[in-house]
């Protein structure tokens, strides 16, 4: 088939100006005929990066060939937050596979799909992956968004490209980010070593993630990210190369290879941590976006999950951290490490603040640089050379009145006169 180029797609990449002109196609599907050398303009082939012209005939030399459906409808039940004539939102609850792959063809998110609301699902992914626009991990719960026709497919997805569409995810991670709050800018691509895991890799995806400390305790901090880029794995990945893998994640070390940076006196606690938690501690509770037909922005929230939200239970009364915590009117303030939290504590709270003078404040200690430590270090080393040269001429001189030499006739070794030659 050929496709002419009109003037307002002047300038784009031809895989996106096909799925644009096609029918029932995504991006992959036409990356894919690019590949495979299928589409050609002025009779060559294409990269997938090629940009159209005005009046240029793209030439599509093959369609698509659909893979055949062998998805089952399952009745799963489905915790649905939100419904209506174009999207559903779904809490995903943990241990559901999203579709079928990786030897996975039963008892997923797809099949739950098509039970409930049979063919009223878009089929720009295909059949095995009916209204599905983006994906959560199998241990990952929280909210995504399900596109009941195509047309609204297609404008999710495009939200998804141009980063309107904003998910945000809690996590627990192990110890304490550096940085209050940051972005991980790093490419991700399949482990080398370990095909069933992704990594940071050179020539990677371009990847980032966004985050922000919320709440901290001895062992572990609470996090609030939100995604740049969606690639698979890409908090759990970003969070193990910073030295903070996600607390309960079996396959980024965030189980038994953390509990040896655990000090010895919190380990009992960081073990009970890792019986309450199934999996990785990361959930999607926060989903915006632009619904497809009356382009109203939306947000959708979801509480804790239930062992992610016994957990911070459990290390708030248990390890409690003096770094500040999170307020959402307040920001970041003091946590005083003595408090041990009880679901019915009461605090009081002061109409007016207190007010310090400077000579109650305690003092701010400062840090040395490292040009001062040397300083100190030298002149630590010049006093004790001192003492012990001192001790050293206390010890001669009574060496010397032993021998019956006169204190004024004494000359401490190394400080002898010179002699006149004349004298000799």
Not at 115 to 139: A, C, M, Q
Not at 236 to 241: A, C, G, K, L, T
Not at 245 to 259: K, T
Not at 272 to 297: D, F, G, M, S, Y
Request: aromatic share 6%; proline share 7%; charged share 30%.
């Amino acid at each position: 088939m050929n496709y002419i180029v009109e003037e307002k797609h002047n300038g784009e990449r031809i895989d996106k100006f096909l799925v644009g002109v096609m029918e029932n196609v995504s991006r992959t599907d036409v990356q894919k005929l690019i590949e495979a050398g299928e589409v050609k303009v002025g009779g060559g082939k294409v990269s997938k990066n090629f940009r159209v012209e005005t009046g240029m005939a793209v030439v599509v030399e093959k369609m698509i060939e659909k893979e055949s459906s062998t998805l089952e409808p399952e009745d799963i039940p489905l915790n649905i937050v939100y419904e209506d004539d174009d999207i559903v939102v779904i809490n995903k609850p943990r241990n559901l596979v999203v579709h079928p792959g990786n030897g996975v063809s039963k008892g997923t998110l797809a099949a739950a799909l098509l039970y409930h609301f049979k063919e009223n699902l878009s089929t720009v992914n295909g059949p095995l992956r009916p209204g599905i626009v983006h994906r959560l991990d199998k241990d990952t719960p929280g909210l995504m968004v399900v596109a009941k026709n195509d047309a609204a497919h297609r404008h999710l997805a495009h939200q998804l490209e141009t980063r309107t569409l904003h998910r945000t995810y809690n996590a627990l991670v192990w110890g304490c980010p550096r940085d209050l709050e940051g972005t991980i800018d790093a490419p991700i691509g399949r482990n080398p070593k370990n095909r069933l895991k992704m990594a940071v890799v050179k020539g990677g995806k371009e990847s980032r993630t966004h985050y922000v400390a919320k709440q901290f305790f001895a062992i572990a901090t609470l996090l609030e990210l939100q995604l740049e880029s969606g690639r698979t794995h890409q908090i759990r990945v970003h969070s193990r190369y910073t030295g903070h893998p996600v607390v309960g994640d079996p396959l980024y070390d965030g189980r038994d290879e953390s509990l040896n940076r655990v000090p010895p006196l919190m380990k009992p606690v960081a073990e009970k941590v890792l019986e309450i938690a199934p999996a990785q501690l990361l959930q999607a509770v926060k989903i915006e976006l632009i619904h497809p037909r009356t382009n109203k922005k939306l947000t959708f929230k979801v509480p804790m999950e239930e062992p992610f939200a016994n957990v911070l239970k459990l290390l708030k009364k248990e390890c409690p951290a003096s770094a500040p915590v999170y307020d959402e009117e307040e920001g970041f303030r003091d946590f005083d490490a003595q408090i041990r939290f009880d679901e019915d504590d009461e605090f009081d709270e002061y109409e007016e603040p207190l007010e310090i003078s400077p000579d109650e404040a305690a003092p701010v200690k400062e840090r040395k640089t490292r040009a001062q430590r040397l300083a100190e270090k030298k002149a630590t080393a010049a006093k004790r050379r001192a003492v012990a040269a001192e001790r050293k001429l206390i010890k001669q001189m009574k060496a010397a009145r032993r021998k019956g030499v006169a204190p004024e006739d004494f000359v401490e070794p190394g400080y002898e006169p010179t002699i006149d030659p004349e004298l000799l």
